[in-house]
């Protein structure tokens, strides 16, 4: 059963070195000065910056939803902001969100600040939102993104063909998926067919 109760009133996570605050508008400008930056959208194969009054609109609506959570990664040394990463697309059926998270751009990278706020948004979907499953997507060449979600559990369960066009070439793009501990030891119930069986 997933606890939506704490999606919508998101709590903020802690980490070592940052803080994971509930995104909202006050969060636009840096979010949207990322979201232009020409490597992260290379990264994230995002071919237009995104629709100003359309962002605008979600940053102020994204709090109070019980369909997705997004933090804010702020650094807490000096309280900068470092990125974003959220669960959408809650299956609430199949007890599933998709795992989403960029850093505000590469100066950032590689200090293992977007790891960090990975694990603690891992254990707080598992363990506390109940999810059974997280899944995410990532393009094949992404291997610094690809290395992080490997550390905080993912494993990759598929590949996507040439997903992506960008710059005339084609790329693939991987599958990841981390389940709740244990799940793959359960045993399987034997059916019921109905059907009698004699002596
Ligand atoms: C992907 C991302 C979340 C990873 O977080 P991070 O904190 O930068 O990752 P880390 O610093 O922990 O690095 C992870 C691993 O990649 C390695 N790495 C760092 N830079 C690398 C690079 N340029 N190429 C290959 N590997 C690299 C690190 O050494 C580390 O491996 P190790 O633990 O074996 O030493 C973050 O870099 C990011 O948001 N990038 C921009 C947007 C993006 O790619 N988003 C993901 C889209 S699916």
Do not use: C
Not at 72 to 89: C, E, H, N, P
């Amino acid at each position: 059963m997933i606890r939506s109760e704490f999606l919508a009133k998101q709590p903020p996570l802690k980490t070592p070195r940052t803080q994971l605050v509930p995104i909202g508008p006050r969060f636009g400008p840096q979010v949207r000065r990322a979201a232009s930056d020409p490597e992260i959208r290379r990264l994230t194969g995002a071919h237009r910056t995104p629709d100003q009054d359309q962002l605008r609109q979600r940053l102020e609506t994204v709090a109070g939803r019980d369909d997705q959570a997004e933090w804010a990664i702020v650094r807490g040394q000096d309280a900068s902001y470092l990125g974003r990463v959220a669960l959408d697309d809650l299956d609430r059926a199949n007890e599933s969100m998709t795992y989403k998270i960029s850093l505000r751009g590469t100066d950032v990278a590689g200090q293992g600040y977007g790891t960090e706020a990975g694990e603690a948004v891992i254990n707080f979907g598992l363990g506390i939102l109940g999810l059974h499953r997280i899944q995410l997507a990532v393009y094949a060449f992404n291997e610094r993104a690809i290395k992080s979600f490997s550390k905080i559990g993912f494993e990759t369960e598929g590949v996507l063909r040439h997903a992506l066009l960008w710059d005339g070439r084609w790329y693939d793009q991987l599958i990841m998926s981390v389940l709740t501990p244990g799940a793959l030891d359960q045993v399987a119930e034997p059916k019921q067919t109905g059907v009698q069986q004699d002596g």
